[in-house]
């Protein structure tokens, strides 16, 4: 097995800042490279605690309105004193890109701040599970904590990679419909255009390694892992692009 050097690779993954004031959260994001916020429906949530509740509805969430991959949104406006906070970005939604049924497990908004001003489509029900990047926010309005999803290569054989990853805590894998992805050179494609392997994570922990084996790896090439947050192709949430060994 050869090691793979991180230091000339090149890793991409999400980054939150958060701000209190008063009863108001704001939340500032970069996404990763290629990814359309608007278009994938991408989301921000937050919940009361110190944790993502991953079977709990946020107690607010709002989608992405454009597809900027950075800027800033007020997600809460109703800030309690004493409170503790933790903000979730997820990549995705349930099903397609409508959702008309009722459904109860859409959060009731307890803000002034608008969930979808885009009335030119209907507004889906999000994928609680597909967050991949939290932040917290303590009782005195200061956040701390970023935990994003990533994901990087350890060492590469002829036919094998060893893959390292973190995502959120309480994230389950395997019940969430995360997967990982390789492509070639240093983008990855966000409708699994050129896509060379897929491969579902079957871990029940939030972070951990994993290998991916029989994958015929040409040396002296440039290949762009990424690790998905959800399902869909348009769920990745980081990507590490390295080149093989000369063997």
Same mark, same amino acid.
């Given at each position: 097995?050869?090691?793979? $050097?991180? /230091? %000339? ?7 939150? *800042?958060?701000?209190? +004031? @008063? ?22 949530? &937050? ?7 991953? @079977? ?7 989608? =992405? ?28 939604? &349930? ?7 009722? @459904? $109860? !497990? %859409? ?9 979808? /001003? $885009?009335? /030119? ?21 200061? !956040? ?5 999803? /990533? =994901? ?6 002829? !036919? ?19 997967? =990982?992805? &390789? ?5 990855? !494609?966000? $409708? ?6 897929? +491969? ?16 015929? &790896? ?9 690790? *998905? ?5 348009? @769920? ?12």
């Amino acid at each position: 097995m050869n090691t793979v $050097d991180s /230091s %000339k690779s090149i890793t991409n993954s999400m980054t939150l *800042a958060v701000a209190a +004031e @008063d009863n108001l959260i704001n939340v500032d994001y970069t996404t990763i490279p290629g990814n359309q916020p608007y278009r994938y429906y991408n989301w921000i949530g &937050i919940w009361e605690g110190t944790q993502v509740l991953w @079977d709990a509805c946020p107690q607010n969430y709002i989608f =992405v309105e454009n597809n900027n991959p950075s800027d800033a949104l007020p997600v809460y406006e109703s800030r309690a004193p004493n409170m503790n906070y933790i903000v979730g970005y997820g990549t995705g939604i &349930i099903g397609d890109h409508h959702c008309n049924e009722p @459904d $109860d !497990s %859409k959060p009731k908004s307890k803000t002034t701040v608008k969930k979808n /001003s $885009d009335k /030119s489509r209907d507004e889906p029900v999000i994928n609680r599970g597909s967050v991949c990047a939290t932040m917290q926010i303590d009782a005195k309005g200061k !956040s701390s904590n970023l935990l994003a999803t /990533s =994901v990087r290569v350890l060492s590469t054989s002829n !036919s094998v990679l060893i893959l390292q990853y973190q995502t959120p805590a309480g994230n389950v894998p395997k019940s969430n419909g995360n997967w =990982v992805g &390789i492509w070639p050179g240093s983008t990855v !494609s966000y $409708d699994g255009k050129n896509n060379l392997y897929k +491969e579902d994570v079957r871990s029940d922990f939030s972070e951990g390694q994993l290998s991916i084996e029989n994958f015929p &790896i040409t040396v002296s090439t440039t290949y762009t892992v990424a690790y *998905a947050t959800g399902p869909k192709w348009s @769920d990745i949430a980081s990507t590490f692009t390295f080149t093989s060994a000369a063997y």
